[in-house]
């Protein structure tokens, strides 16, 4: 008797594996799965006893030709998920199944970091996006002032409502910075490190969150050498905290906060980026998904956290008046109307940068419609090389005559009729801008619209109302050897 050594297992699976190749046998997969599963439900798993493949069944009298040829055989596939030519033969053609390998990678990626944690990000990342668990320990606060100051029941009723506002500032700030460091901790974090798989690499992070970590930094800062001396103060000596003490850091608010007038800046065109991917990306909606159900995001949706800045910048005002309200002394109620002004005087600085960027953008959409000067046709190579640079309509370009900060708006357009010689009239169709009025052709729907006339500066020109409010009447005023009379209008529009 001799005994029986133990099937070999890789010859088995050479077996298995040469008779699925000769006798084209097929894997019923699916591309469900469960979360954290590595492969497809129906993949090859092996069974417990570690011998047999999952998935096949054993053949059965009456098998057809192939029967005695192998003991397996594969489960035949559904007849509309065979791929191939008419005969079944061919390489499996599938468009969309690349999109849904990509899904279902993201499914196991978002299931690895709920299970095991955030990766960290690079060196060449961390840098930029990391604010550090350091200054965290700091950012901590009791729940109530009166924690802090033993003596607060003697106070009177107005310096209670002085000290609750007081907290109210100091909490808002931590919450809010918490806030701010859910997008880059896990939104931009998670997409950074799906990015390095090469999952959602045609989203912008920094398109999306790329301002957030200044502003991090910059409430880190303000809370380190502002809010946080003036709790330490109350905690050190049970005093109730003072106004006066926040007033320096708060004087320097432009300074500390200049982060916020990109941030605002942009703010506009981030919503709007963030919709667009959220609308036309599924994977990136999944991610988005995925995020805001996460237990860190304390149920803040992405719109959420990126208007989340806008919102708190223009809360200082409020939260400073609210203490100033509650606040008898004289000596307090200066400093915190001195804070006031010098936050809304930033905030005035933000609106104006803002209704600036605007302004470009809708001078820069307005000077897309409009093509070249060219009013004189060049008789010569030479003549054409003389006259270029004084052909060019540069409506970007600063106005003349006026501050920097000051920009070409586009007032006024609409059709014309022009008198052309004698008895002739010319269609057309005018732009009236803060500065000249341009005569171009009618507009058609493909064409920019052309210069046909030199531009008319408004200093040259004279408006007057009609009777009718939707309507003006525009001349162009010429040289005269009488004087003005002193009811004359003005120079132009402004």
């Known amino acids: 008797m001799h005994a029986f050594d133990p099937p070999n297992e890789g010859r088995l699976q050479g077996l298995v594996a040469s008779r699925i190749e000769t006798y084209g046998g097929r894997l019923q997969t699916s591309t469900l799965s469960t979360p954290g599963s590595l492969y497809p439900r129906g993949g090859p798993v092996l069974d417990p006893s570690g011998r047999h493949l999952q998935g096949y069944v054993r053949f059965t009298k009456g098998s057809g030709p192939a029967r005695g040829l192998s003991p397996l055989r594969l489960r035949e596939p559904e007849p509309e998920k065979r791929h191939g030519g008419p005969f079944g033969v061919g390489t499996p053609h599938f468009p969309k199944l690349k999109e849904v390998t990509r899904a279902h990678k993201l499914e196991v990626r978002l299931h690895t970091f709920s299970m095991f944690g955030m990766p960290r990000l690079p060196p060449e990342d961390r840098r930029h996006w990391e604010i550090g668990e350091d200054g965290d320990s700091s950012l901590a606060i009791e729940k109530s002032w009166k924690e802090l100051v033993p003596g607060h029941k003697e106070m009177s009723r107005e310096l209670c409502h002085q000290q609750e506002a007081l907290w109210e500032l100091l909490t808002t700030e931590l919450i809010y910075v918490r806030k701010l460091k859910i997008m880059t901790d896990l939104l931009a974090a998670g997409l950074l490190n799906l990015q390095r798989v090469g999952l959602l690499t045609e989203v912008s992070a920094e398109t999306l969150f790329g301002n957030v970590p200044s502003l991090i930094r910059a409430h880190q800062s303000f809370w380190e050498e502002v809010l946080g001396p003036t709790l330490e103060e109350t905690r ?26 990109l941030y605002c800046l942009r703010v506009k065109q981030t919503m709007a980026y963030a919709w667009k991917q959220q609308d036309n990306n599924p994977l990136f909606h999944t991610f988005v998904q995925w995020c805001e159900k996460h237990k860190r995001s304390g149920r803040q949706t992405l719109g959420d956290l990126l208007i989340k800045p806008h919102q708190r910048i223009t809360k200082y005002p409020l939260l400073l008046q609210a203490v100033l309200e509650r606040s008898p002394e ?21 609106n104006k940068q803002v209704r600036q960027g605007e302004e470009q953008e809708s001078l820069a959409a307005a000077a897309q419609r409009i093509g070249p000067y060219e009013v004189l046709e060049p008789s010569s190579e030479e003549v054409e090389k003389n006259l270029r640079p004084f052909s060019t309509l540069d409506l970007m370009a600063p106005m003349l005559g006026v501050a920097s900060e000051h920009t070409r708006q586009l007032l006024l357009e609409g059709p014309a009729r022009m008198k052309e010689g004698r008895e002739g009239k010319l269609d057309v169709y005018l732009f009236l801008f803060s500065d000249v009025l341009l005569v171009t052709k009618p507009l058609r729907r493909a064409d920019k619209a052309k210069v046909i006339r030199p531009p008319l500066m408004l200093e040259k020109l004279v408006c007057r109302p009609l009777r009718d409010a939707s309507m003006s009447f525009l001349g162009e005023t010429f040289p005269s050897p009488f004087p003005q009379g002193e009811g004359e209008v003005g120079k132009g529009i402004r």
């Open 236 to 261: 050190a000596s049970g005093q109730p905290l003072d106004p006066v003490s926040l007033q320096n850091g708060f004087l320097s608010f432009s300074q500390r906060f200049q982060p916020y007038v």
């Open 330 to 350: 004289a000596r307090a109620r200066e400093a915190l109307t001195a804070m006031i002004a010098a936050v809304e005087s930033f905030l005035r600085h933000i």
